[in-house]
């Protein structure tokens, strides 16, 4: 079981930067894949960036590439969301999910845990 606690989010204007965290609980977070995938009012739900078990392997959406990078630290068991260069588009949750299994470009449906998620504001 993993709990996922996502935090970070406010509001900030067109290019501005912001760092998501997600927290998570157990001892078998470095086992994971880590996702974020975010959702804007009436859309579904976008992967936007992925991250390996080491930290070696990532992959973003293309509206992402440049601008957002994604880390973590297995220490502290917590992964990484860093959001350069904000656009009104990237308003959305942004949400974290686990999975053991790789996918450079995911479903929401491969997941295996949740966080609920933070909420993201740009204004222009």
């Known amino acids: 079981q993993v709990q996922l606690v996502e935090s970070g989010g406010g509001l900030v204007q067109a290019g501005d930067s912001l760092r998501l965290s997600c927290a998570a609980s157990g001892r078998t977070f470095s086992r994971y894949v880590m996702y974020w995938f975010r959702q804007a009012p009436g859309k579904e739900r976008e992967f936007v960036a992925t991250i390996s078990q080491n930290g070696y392997t990532t992959a973003y959406v293309d509206s992402a590439k440049g601008r957002f990078t994604v880390s973590r630290d297995n220490a502290k068991n917590t992964v990484y969301l860093q959001m350069n260069s904000l656009k009104p588009e990237d308003a959305a949750v942004y949400l974290c999910?686990?999975?053991?299994?790789?996918?450079?470009?995911?479903?929401?449906?491969?997941?295996?845990?949740w966080g609920t998620g933070t909420l993201v504001t740009v204004s222009s």
């Open positions: 999910a686990a999975s053991p299994v790789y996918y450079s470009s995911a479903s929401p449906r491969g997941m295996d845990y």
